[in-house]
């Protein structure tokens, strides 16, 4: 039914115009749309390879544990080294099973690091 629909990340934030700062120029998304016809929770929308990011507004922003949206990288040595350039931190994790080191986690063949939005919002991003 949904096989082949294009899937797209919701992730709610406190402050719109800082969210858009953060996914656009630190990040690197294009911005491809705003809406601001519900004024509680106007949104933003990213573009980001063949998927969409919605940030809207909302009292729920941050409070999420897990993570929110992930990006798949060929080379995820260069994909944290140019996001750290522009000033994001990313999470050191030492838990049963998942332990990073500067950063980075291997698992299984996957390699990933997890980084926050301004919010609190748990982002990864993987090589696979």
């Known amino acids: 039914m949904l096989g082949n629909a294009r899937i797209a990340a919701i992730v709610p934030v406190s402050d719109l115009e800082r969210a858009i700062e953060f996914y656009g120029s630190t990040l690197g998304l294009r911005l491809i749309d705003r809406n601001a016809d ?3 929770n106007p949104e933003a929308v990213f573009e980001a390879g063949d998927g969409t990011i919605f940030v809207y507004k909302s009292s729920a922003a941050g ?3 897990a993570t929110e949206a992930g990006f798949v990288v060929e080379d995820l040595d260069a ?3 140019g996001m750290r350039e522009r000033g994001v931190v990313f999470e050191e994790y030492d838990l049963p099973g998942l332990t990073t080191e500067n950063g980075v986690a291997s698992i299984a063949g996957i390699r990933a690091a997890w980084f926050k939005d301004p919010d609190g919002n748990i982002l990864a991003v993987e090589q696979r």
């Open 38 to 40: 519900l004024p509680d």
């Open 79 to 81: 994909a944290v080294a």
């Open 63 to 65: 409070q999420g544990r």
